[in-house]
């Protein structure tokens, strides 16, 4: 699988936008991007997945390039309990295990 | 049941004591892994099974290290002859199918080695 290239750390302002970028510019046509989250010491959360268009659920968007060498993790209104370590991962779809990097500890400030 | 399972939740050995971890998978779902934390850095993928058979072990240690799931019983990770280095977060996981995008985790089982 893919490695991929998150900054370590991010701050957030509470109410605001949260962009979480993620490199993957070695990413394989048919590798999918993932991301987790691990709130605290908690088992890591599902958020979003996915392959070349752009994608949306109740947590969050996911915006690829179309180059698809890299992505960003939009959660659009922060609150004070998105505080956590995220983790962009490529995969591809029937592989059978998730391969989790260091991740971005984002913070988001009252 | 609706979540992974994952018992005990603290797990205290010394040097070269046994340790075994137990993880239930939601119901249904075919696939378990199990994933090593060592001081919230990276996560390190140890084993995966589908149903009772073993899926990819490249991950695990060749000493020490073993792993089961058995029909009609929680899965196991067991560690023989505990070192320093083994004391981590012990996560499992499940998912659906081999497909699923979406894998579930445990909250974990710490282990501290003395």
């Known amino acids: 699988d893919a490695k991929t290239t998150q900054p370590p750390s991010m701050d957030c302002a509470e109410g605001r936008a949260a962009n979480l970028p993620c490199n993957h510019s070695t990413i394989s046509g048919n590798e999918y991007v993932y991301w987790y989250r691990q709130i605290h010491s908690q088992g890591p959360q599902y958020i979003i997945h996915g392959l070349k268009n752009n994608e949306t659920n109740e947590m969050a968007s996911l915006i690829i390039t179309e180059d698809r060498k890299s992505s960003t993790l939009i959660l659009p209104h922060a609150t004070l309990r998105d505080t956590a370590v995220y983790y962009c991962?490529?995969?591809?779809?029937?592989?059978?295990?998730?391969?989790f990097g260091a991740g971005t500890r984002l913070t988001v400030k009252p | 049941g609706e979540e992974v399972a994952q018992t005990p939740k603290h797990l205290v050995r010394g040097e070269g004591q046994k340790a075994k971890l137990y993880c239930a998978p939601i119901k249904g779902h075919s696939y378990v892994f199990w994933y090593q934390q060592v001081l919230k850095n990276e996560f390190k993928f140890l084993i995966s099974f589908q149903n009772e058979n073993v899926f990819d072990e490249t991950g695990m240690p060749k000493e020490r290290f073993s792993a089961k799931c058995l029909p009609n019983s929680p899965c196991s990770l067991e560690i023989q002859a505990t070192k320093l280095e083994d004391s981590a977060v012990y996560f499992c996981?499940?998912?659906?199918?081999?497909?699923?995008?979406?894998?579930?985790f445990g909250s974990g089982t710490q282990l501290s080695v003395l």
């Open positions: 996981a499940s998912s659906y199918d081999r497909g699923s995008e979406k894998l579930f």
């Open positions: 991962i490529v995969r591809v779809r029937n592989n059978n295990d998730m391969r």
